[in-house]
């Protein structure tokens, strides 16, 4: 989802042109992605890229999310902590802020205390999570205590 929210250059479209038949009777149809697209060789790149300079256009407006997008990113996945429940519901707002300036949207949240819950309407809801894995790591939030 969040190759789609990022567009590409409108000089660099025509590097991603499709050329499509419905039949063979049929003139091609030619199309240019306008955002980056899932499986191509640079789309980790520019998603990474995209994050980094999200984190420096905001810094001034969310601080703490704009250190934690450069230091504790991995793909998509942001994974850090909080000494402190106020900390920790600071730095989740601010990540949400800094990623809806940019037209994502945080998700996937795992917490282990029931004010970091997720919103129940969201896609991912993890309140009653017992087991996260996230490069190999697994983490238990019941049984980790702030």
Request: overall charge negative; some cysteine.
């Amino acid at each position: 989802m969040m190759y789609q929210t990022i567009l590409i250059n409108t000089k660099q479209r025509n590097l991603q042109r499709i050329v499509w038949c419905e039949s063979e009777h049929e003139s091609p149809k030619i199309y240019e992605l306008s955002t980056v697209t899932y499986g191509t060789v640079s789309a980790p790149y520019l998603a990474q890229r995209t994050l980094t300079q999200l984190s420096m256009d905001e810094e001034a407006n969310f601080p703490i999310a704009a250190f934690v997008l450069r230091n504790n990113l991995y793909m998509d996945d942001v994974l850090c902590g909080a000494a402190t429940l106020e900390e920790a519901i600071v730095l989740r707002q601010q990540l949400k802020g800094i990623l809806n300036s940019a037209g994502m949207e945080l998700h996937k949240l795992c917490a282990n205390h029931e004010k970091l819950s997720p919103d129940p309407e969201q896609n991912y809801n993890f309140a009653t999570l017992t087991e996260t894995k996230t490069l190999g790591v697994s983490w238990k939030p019941n049984l980790d205590c702030f």
